[in-house]
């Protein structure tokens, strides 16, 4: 059911109104009642149980201003019309005619018109009602000498003895109004079920929200207020915001835009960490949210962030779309990359320093059937022999100072079902060799001061920018171990091998550094181009990678010539 109120303009349409709801195919469905002098009672009480409020001129602008739900009486051009023509009958020598009313009510008055082409109608729009009588006086003045236009128009010319019509509304404009009440009823159960869900789902938040209007009242608090905030019975609603927050600067806030982002506020024994924002959702009308928490909880849940990261922090974030390039040897490297990606065999990567492999290993691994589990990597060049020992493998409790209770896990348990990528691989000892061969073999690892084996899954992938084959051929690396190790392997080319990937990697890393840095550079001019596309780049993509930082930070003009890059990389010259 709908229940509606609506305002008579003037008595006589009673019947009107009357007639319409009877003949309405969805009258079951409304339930109206009619206010015939809408100044008394107060309109606030006399619609203080409606859905909806039918108003007009005045009264509809009103309504809205008050904050119901209206749907206003509009005024047709067939009902300026009628009252032209009333006018007209009743006072037939009267050929200049004011229409005074609500902007709402007289905006056809241009299009009636020309209908009445012996007369001239002139429009005075009025936006409140202590207006009309200077309006009126006006009209006179310009030489009118009738007048049409609403009930207060109407009344207020009878004052002057001037003649007036009231511009009275039709059944069509009744049924229209009739039907836009009842949708904006609709849509309005719909906000109002919309902002039940919005106001539900900020109670769940574990930070306080709330709404401030431009004067510092507070208009929405969400439930976690209440806990910190403590203000027992008493609503938070309509409070100040200085009085839980005297040091907050509101007022720059709402007049200046300013935003206060993580400011520590003091409240009782609370410390709370404090945000607030204006929200300009009408011109002119800046309000301001603000949002807080508890230190003590953001201590506590940065905690858990902690471990939880070094408990689940194996992960491989790279894959193979991120490779950039247009060479058709990257094209076919990374082709066998993805077909290696679905087997589970070990692989064994060979490049240069510099050239990207471990950005081949991560994509593998996203690739792979092991996608979801651990992503592990150690550089074995990086830690004396002990120490990736002791990475590796893990150590049983009381074997070393610092060992925490029950043992410490080695990079092997924690790539179990994943992948451990063994970065550097060339540069282990002949004895972490044998230790690791050992390992694959078996497929079980024993921590250090222990005797009990544990078995491991774990897909090996090694990167070396050494031969393995002459290490193997010189004696220092083991041939049964490469065997186990190389059972899928590829070449990551230089880039000086890798043709226009050159130009692509440049123009992308200056690219990325203009978007860092903020840099004023955005380009190479075609000559600095040519001049490092020659150049061989012997530390690759790492070297491009800094050589265009470098530039970004000291070029000043938008491209950088010759003389820009040979003052970073004077090696350039060299090709």
């Not at 229209?176 to 719909?190: D, F, H, L, T």
């Not at 401030?212 to 009242?217: A, E, L, P, Q, V």
């Not at 938070?236 to 720059?252: A, E």
């Not at 309000?287 to 689940?312: G, M, P, Y």
């Amino acid at each position: 059911m709908i229940r509606m109120v609506f305002f008579t303009p003037y008595p006589e349409i009673l019947p009107t109104i009357e007639q319409v709801f009877r003949e309405r195919p969805d009258r079951d469905e409304l339930e109206y009642k009619v206010i015939q002098n809408p100044s008394n009672p107060p309109l606030q009480t006399a619609a203080a149980d409606a859905d909806v409020v039918i108003a007009r001129g005045f009264t509809a602008r009103t309504m809205e201003e008050l904050g119901f739900v209206c749907a206003e009486l509009k005024v047709t051009g067939l009902d300026l019309v009628s009252a032209v023509s009333r006018c007209l009958k009743m006072y037939p020598k009267e050929k200049n005619i004011a229409v005074i009313g609500a902007y709402n009510m007289i905006y056809e008055t241009d299009t009636v018109n020309t209908n009445f082409t012996f007369v001239r109608l002139t429009p005075y729009p009025v936006s409140d009602k202590t207006e009309v009588d200077a309006v009126i006086q006006k009209a006179v003045s310009d030489g009118n000498t009738a007048v049409i236009g609403g009930y207060a128009a109407v009344e207020a010319a009878k004052k002057y003895n001037i003649p007036a019509v009231l511009i009275e509304s039709g059944r069509r404009a009744v049924n229209n109004a009739i039907s836009e009440a009842k949708a904006a009823v609709g849509i309005a159960r719909r906000e109002m079920a919309k902002s039940s869900t919005l106001s539900e789902i900020m109670n769940c938040s574990f930070q306080g929200i709330i709404a401030i209007d431009r004067n510092g009242k507070i208009t929405m608090a969400n439930s976690y207020c209440d806990s910190i905030l403590e203000t027992g019975k008493c609503a938070l609603v309509g409070c100040n915001i200085s009085d839980f927050f005297p040091d907050l600067r509101v007022t720059d806030v709402i007049e200046k835009g300013i935003e206060l982002r993580s400011e520590l506020h003091t409240y009782r024994q609370y410390r709370l960490m404090v945000n607030c924002v204006p929200v300009a959702n009408q011109p002119g009308r800046v309000k301001a949210v603000l949002t807080f928490q508890n230190t003590a909880r953001i201590q506590d849940e940065e905690d858990l962030i902690r471990k939880s990261l070094h408990c689940s922090g194996y992960q491989a974030k790279y894959h193979f779309s991120d490779i950039f390039h247009q060479s058709t040897v990257m094209d076919n490297i990374i082709s066998d990359a993805q077909n290696f990606s679905h087997s589970d065999s070990n692989i064994l990567i060979y490049g240069e320093t510099g050239t990207g492999k471990e950005l081949f290993v991560q994509s593998i691994h996203n690739a792979s059937p092991r996608k979801d589990y651990p992503f592990v990597t150690v550089n074995c060049a990086a830690l004396p022999e002990d120490l990736l020992e002791r990475e590796l493998f893990g150590c049983a409790d009381g074997t070393f100072g610092g060992t925490p209770e029950g043992g410490k896990k080695g990079l092997f348990e924690v790539a179990h079902k994943g992948t451990l990528f063994l970065d550097e691989i060339g540069d282990i000892s002949p004895s972490m060799q044998s230790h690791l061969l050992r390992v694959l073999q078996e497929q079980k690892i024993t921590r250090l001061g222990s005797d009990t084996a544990i078995s491991v899954d774990v897909r090996i992938i090694s990167a070396t920018n050494r031969n393995l084959k002459e290490a193997v051929a010189e004696g220092s690396f083991r041939q049964d171990l490469l065997y186990r190790l190389n059972v899928l392997e590829f070449r990551v080319p230089p880039l000086r091998e890798r043709g226009r990937d050159v130009q692509l990697l440049l123009n992308r890393f200056l690219a990325l550094a203009h978007e860092t840095t903020g840099c004023v550079l955005s380009g190479l001019t075609y000559d600095a181009m040519e001049l490092l596309c020659r150049y061989s780049w012997p530390g690759n993509i790492r070297e491009m990678s800094n050589f265009c930082e470098r530039l970004s930070i000291l070029c000043r003009t938008a491209f950088a010539g010759t003389e820009d890059v040979l003052r970073v990389l004077p090696d350039a010259l060299l090709g």
